[in-house]
Every structure is written in structure tokens, then in C-alpha cells.
């Protein structure tokens, strides 16, 4: 199966910092837009950030201040740096990218991030 690979999480206490990293599948051409999104228990999936190959960027309001996206084209990896966590940043944390001639979507498994004391 073809997915993207996170990495990053962990349990860290409020107010720390976490940096997630997401590699495409190697084998994915073109590559384009990469994003993260979370899932906390009992909610649906949210867009977290979100960042095209051209560096254009997109935050959800809950993060912003706090979280930057960004990526390494020649890696085709995206980050997400996460400052001041809070405990209702807790969730499972998925990357997703679009690529292939059809710009199909690939998700990876995710990352857990809890935010606790």
C-alpha cells in the first residue's frame, strides 16, 4: 500500500512543542498540495494546515499563531511545527498529499499528539 509516512508525536505537556514530519511515497510523482489534519475522540477529521508546491498556505483559525506548516519540495516532505499546545490539540494527526496523474489523495496511518500535564 502506498502511503505517506509521519513521524513527530508524542505526549508533551501544555505549552511544549512538538514537530511533526510526513515523507510522500517515493514512488508518487508530482506531487503537489501536502497537508495535516486531526481527529480528537467523538469529532470528525479537521484540516489543520495545509501548503501548496508553490509555498501558499492555509491554517485553521484554532492553530494559527501557534502552528506553522511548511515543506521540502526536493524531499517531497511536509512539517508541522506545533508551539504552545494545548490539551484540546490532542488527537491523531494525518498527512495527506495529492499527487499522480491524477492527483489522486493518499493519507498516512497518523501520528498521536497528546497535550497533557
Known amino acids: 500500500q502506498v502511503q505517506p509516512v509521519e513521524s513527530g508525536g508524542g505526549l508533551v505537556p501544555p505549552g511544549g512543542s512538538l514537530r511533526l514530519s510526513c515523507a510522500a511515497p517515493t514512488n508518487i510523482f508530482r506531487v503537489s498540495a501536502m497537508g495535516w489534519y486531526r481527529q480528537s475522540p467523538g469529532n470528525q477529521r479537521e484540516m489543520v494546515a495545509v501548503i501548496s508546491s508553490g509555498g501558499f498556505t492555509d491554517t485553521a483559525d484554532s492553530v494559527k499563531g501557534r502552528f506553522t506548516i511548511s515543506r521540502d519540495n526536493a524531499k517531497n516532505t511536509v512539517y508541522l511545527e506545533m508551539n504552545n499546545l494545548k490539551p484540546e490539540d490532542t488527537g491523531d494527526y494525518y498527512c495527506?498529499?495529492?499527487?499522480?496523474?491524477?492527483?489522486?489523495?493518499?493519507w498516512g496511518q497518523g501520528t498521536r499528539v497528546t497535550v497533557a500535564s
Open positions: 495527506k498529499c495529492l499527487g499522480g496523474a491524477t492527483q489522486a489523495a493518499y
